[in-house]
């Protein structure tokens, strides 16, 4: 299983960005999916994640209202759509697939994980 990250890069405080994660090696609705972050100097943290159905999604209260998982079966692929960026949000992006059927808050928890795409918001 290899999960692909892509779509980071600059943005302004109050501009949008959509991250990529492309899954091969198995149909991602076998997983629960996650998107992790992680800035300089602190630890990976939980930022949205997707059942392993499809049917449900959870959030971080730090980006609740701001940025959407979804998720596209003929390609394979889960996107975060992220709006409003805050300058807060500069980190790591990791996309991470867990064989449990929900997504958990915890990192050690996933199996899986992709390379990492940086966003870097400026204010």
């Known amino acids: 299983v290899q999960l692909q990250a892509s779509g980071g890069g600059l943005a302004q405080a109050g501009g949008s960005l959509r991250l990529s994660c492309a899954v091969s090696?198995?149909?991602?609705?076998?997983?629960?999916t996650g998107w992790f972050r992680q800035a300089p100097g602190k630890e990976r943290e939980f930022v949205a994640g997707f059942s392993r159905s499809g049917t449900s999604t959870v959030y971080d209260d730090s980006v609740k209202g701001r940025f959407t998982i979804s998720r596209d079966s003929a390609k394979n692929t889960v996107y975060l759509q992220m709006n409003g960026l805050k300058p807060e949000d500069t980190a790591v992006y990791y996309c991470?697939?867990?064989?449990?059927?929900?997504?958990?808050?915890?990192?050690?928890?996933?199996?899986?994980w992709g390379q990492g795409t940086q966003v870097t918001v400026s204010s």
């Open positions: 991470a697939a867990t064989n449990s059927g929900v997504p958990n808050r915890v990192p050690k928890a996933y199996a899986y």
């Open positions: 090696g198995r149909t991602f609705s076998s997983f629960a």
